[in-house]
């Protein structure tokens, strides 16, 4: 996946000269994940700019440029160290727009790896989509495919809304093809394998962890339907709701925490809007309320595992089930 | 009773004598102000001597500042516009017309008048939540700051900003900030635009003595000073931040020499020909150099904000001894009119046309309309979303 963002950054950065990149180790060191792997070579310093480590100070220079109508993505090495720019992300990149009546714009992505990888420790395992969430003006995109991962990240660049874009650290060495100057939706969910049993929503690498599960829930004869969410906020509700009138059963799989996640809001809208489309309740899947163990077992504790998304579909759907003939 | 004898005790030692070395007084010497030398007798120029600057790994400019009349009257008038709309900001927040948080700037004008008396609007500022004589200074009118005071749809910010929160993008005037400090990155990105761009153009990030201490301004000055940007770091120094007094804040009160390696200068904030000459030179020396630090020595006669009354950590005879010594407005009249540059009756007419237009202006915001309901929902995003997003009530469905 790593190339197939180094490319979207490298496309947009030559279609148009007000792109730039702002990051620790961005430039001569080529990034931590390689998305901007010599690019630097080929835009100069003044393009790929190496920071110091500072992410409230970069982040609100990010944004002063945005504002002047310079396009600077802005990467955190890890998701979790743009805690330290929250106050800027809130309040100038979400809320310029409305606080201004609408005169000046922020144009920025916010770009970095988040997720619980592998054994990295607490604090470079954070889920930053669910703090963020609320923050008015930001869009939250998470890609999960090599493919839509680069047709976003460009849809992002040439977006005037602030966005804040979610890749996941276990995701940017998997390979997949790309489409050819292709710029997805950032709005829109995309169903990752159509079904009819039960509508699962999830985002990011949890995609593959369900897709594993359905892999065992297949043999047994269930057929889910998976829906990528993508936009983390807003909510593709279009996309939504048509799966969940078709199948009656939704499960929410997350990576961020039970409280206060993605699925809490999610989970709500749906009790809220699809009440009388539902046979069963809404049911989460999320990471537990704990800082994420360092211990190899503790920390798959932590998050969902494919066996708990198979447990979760059988006790939703109804555990009958005709095997389907060959 | 000891412990209240002890505490006011204690609450009186807090307040430092005047004169002090810490005082904003004591500071600069009141006896070194302008020398004033009128030329020949047509001649509407003047030569003054402002006070020296302090300066840090710097040569300071000169002090010798040549004016004239008609530029004085400039300042005058534009400075005493300052003062009244700040003066009828509190006596409408007096009469409930303000709400929330109101921080004004009367006795800090000089600053500002100097400043854009140097620079052009193709540069850019941005600057605290004590902002509304910033926004005049831009090139806004008194009507655009009452009436978003008012929250009115005739306001800077069509009534969604604020007090601190006026903006006028036309000339480069990129607001007011609530946060303290937040401003300086964002300064320092403005600045970034200037240098990726080459348009020659700097950026002003000012801030107040309380914002000098966050890390957020370290980190944009050692990215600014490594990058060479074109950011002229502007701290207003007016001694308080909020209720605690500089020396109680800060270890180091010498701010113009907290940028370490990056130059800087200490200017009386309160002479608007001291303030000019120093922007002329830290506009220069930013477009060749990289960043300058320039510390304003101010002092603000009101409260932090209008919910503070400015007495409780400051005695009432600091503030009528810096309004008689060194305000601002008060010297540009006397340096008109100890030179014969213009009549106190030509000044009082001034003076009675400010007025005048102050009070048409806050008729005018009065009468301005409220933010229509669809307004609540405009400009949560830049790019639409082609979506509907339902609101508090699930019937209802905002288009997004």
Redesign the interface.
């Known amino acids: 996946m790593w190339e197939a963002l180094r490319e979207a950054v490298d496309e947009e950065m030559e279609r148009d000269p007000t792109v730039c990149l702002f990051g620790e180790d961005v430039g001569h060191y080529g990034g931590s994940y390689k998305v901007s792997y010599d690019l630097y070579k080929k835009y100069g310093d003044m393009r790929l700019l190496d920071t110091p480590i500072c992410e409230n100070a970069f982040m609100g220079m990010g944004i002063g440029a945005a504002m002047t109508g310079l396009r600077p993505i802005v990467e955190g090495m890890n998701m979790g160290f743009l805690l330290l720019a929250y106050n800027q992300i809130s309040n100038n990149a979400g809320m310029l727009h409305y606080t201004s009546g609408g005169q000046y714009k922020v144009p920025l992505v916010i770009r970095g790896p988040g997720g619980v990888g592998r054994q990295l420790g607490a604090e470079h395992s954070q889920r930053l989509e669910s703090y963020f969430q609320s923050i008015p003006g930001v869009q939250l995109v998470a890609c999960s495919t090599v493919a839509n991962a680069k047709a976003l990240l460009k849809s992002a660049i040439r977006s005037d809304n602030p966005i804040i874009f979610f890749e996941h650290v276990l995701l940017y060495n998997i390979k997949g093809d790309t489409q050819e100057g292709h710029c997805q939706s950032l709005e829109r969910a995309e169903i990752a394998r159509p079904g009819s049993d039960v509508t699962i929503l999830c985002y990011s690498r949890m995609r593959y962890v369900v897709l594993q599960a359905c892999q065992q829930l297949e043999k047994e004869g269930y057929n889910p339907e998976v829906v990528d969410l993508i936009s983390l906020k807003p909510f593709d509700m279009e996309t939504i709701a048509k799966s969940v009138r078709k199948t009656r059963h939704v499960i929410i799989v997350e990576e961020c925490m039970r409280t206060g996640g993605i699925g809490a809001s999610l989970s709500a809208i749906i009790n809220e809007t699809l009440f009388d489309d539902l046979d069963h309740q809404v049911v989460r899947l999320s990471s537990q309320d704990v800082p994420t163990a360092y211990a190899y077992e503790l920390e798959a504790a932590t998050i969902v595992q494919p066996e708990q998304v198979v447990d979760a579909v059988k006790r939703v759907a109804g555990s009958a089930r005709q095997l389907v003939a060959a | 009773m000891a412990l209240a004898n002890a505490s006011r005790r204690l609450a009186q030692s807090l307040l430092r004598p005047l004169g002090s070395a810490q005082s904003p007084l004591g500071a600069l010497g009141l006896q070194q102000r302008g020398i004033a030398e009128p030329a020949a007798a047509e001649d509407t120029s003047l030569t003054v001597e402002v006070r020296p600057f302090s300066a840090h790994r710097i040569e300071p400019p000169s002090t010798t500042v040549t004016t004239d009349r008609a530029e004085l009257l400039k300042f005058f008038t534009s400075m005493y516009r300052m003062r009244r709309m700040e003066i009828a900001a509190d006596m409408l927040y007096k009469a409930k017309f303000i709400r929330g948080f109101c921080h004004l700037y009367d006795g800090q004008e000089a600053i500002l008048e100097g400043i854009e008396a140097a620079l052009e609007y193709t540069d ?1 500022i ?1 600057t605290s939540y004590r902002d509304h004589c910033t926004h005049l200074g831009r090139g806004g009118t008194v009507v655009e700051v009452m009436a978003e005071l008012m929250g009115r749809v005739d ?7 604020g007090s601190m ?1 006026m ?3 036309e000339h480069n005037f ?2 007011g ?3 303290v400090g ?9 600045a ?2 200037h ?3 080459e348009d020659g153009g700097v ?1 002003l990030t000012m801030y107040g003595d309380g914002a000098a201490n966050q ?2 301004k370290y ?2 000055l ?2 600014a000073a ?2 060479d940007l074109p950011c002229i770091f502007i701290i207003e120094n007016n001694h308080y931040g909020m209720g605690t007094a500089e020396w109680r804040g800060s270890k180091s009160s010498s701010f113009y020499t907290r940028g370490d390696y990056t130059p800087g200068l200490k200017v009386d904030g309160m002479d608007v020909l001291a303030v000019k000459q120093a922007m002329t030179f830290a506009k220069q020396y930013a477009q060749k150099n990289g960043p300058i630090l320039m510390e304003m020595d101010t002092y603000r006669y009101h409260g932090h904000s209008m919910s503070d009354p400015g007495s409780t950590y400051r005695t009432r005879d600091e503030i009528s001894q810096i309004r008689q010594l060194r305000d601002p407005v008060e010297h540009v009249r006397k340096l008109l009119t100890d030179n014969n540059l213009a009549s106190t009756s030509e000044l009082k007419a001034i003076e009675k046309d400010v007025k005048k237009e102050i009070d048409a202006a806050v008729d005018k915001a009065k009468n301005s309309p409220i933010p229509p309901d669809e307004a609540l929902w ?6 639409t ?3 509907k ?2 609101g508090l009530d ?1 019937s209802v469905k905002i288009q ?1």
């Open positions: 850019s941005i306001g800077a910010a069509k009534g969604m900003g929160h903006y006028k993008k990129y607001g900030q609530g946060i937040a401003q300086i990155p964002v300064g320092a990105g403005l970034f635009a240098k990726y761009r950026a890390g957020q980190e944009a050692n990215i490594l990058w405009k400009n949560i995003y830049k790019d979303l082609g979506g997003m339902k699930s997004l």
